[in-house]
Nanobody
Framework: QVQLVESGGGLVQPGGSLRLSCAAS????????MGWYRQAPGDERELVAV???????KYADSVKGRFTISRDNAKNTVVLQMNSLKPEDTAVYYC?????????WGQGTQVTVSS
């Protein structure tokens, strides 16, 4: 059973930065994409950023220019660098790895942006 383990969440002031990492417990084969989603209380889970195995990247409009996604294919890890954080970025952030036959979700890490 593959597990995705997220780290790097926490409390930060508006304008601050956080770096989220997601690592797989073992090698995952046939990865199509790796990405980050978030869910705030009362809201649906939404895409934040995704990167395909070929390197194509998509960001939510709300984070463009502030967040950067990167991945290490050999290590099955994906990183989300979050800068200029805003209170509306507060949510539980989840990583997702998609393969040809399965989707693997992490357990989530809380990000709180507050003064």
């Amino acid at each position: 059973q593959v597990q995705l383990v997220e780290s790097g969440g926490g409390l930060v002031q508006p304008g601050g930065s956080l770096r989220l990492s997601c690592a797989a417990s073992r090698t995952i084969f046939s990865i199509y994409s790796m990405g980050w989603y978030r869910q705030a209380p009362g809201d649906e889970r939404e895409l934040v950023a995704v990167i395909t195995i070929g390197g194509s990247i998509k960001y939510a409009d709300s984070v463009k220019g502030r967040f950067t996604i990167s991945r290490d294919n050999a290590k099955n890890t994906v990183v989300l660098q979050m800068n200029s954080l805003k209170p509306e970025d507060t949510a539980v952030y989840y990583c997702l790895t998609k393969t040809g036959g399965n989707d693997y979700w992490g357990q989530g890490t809380q990000v709180t942006v507050s003064s």
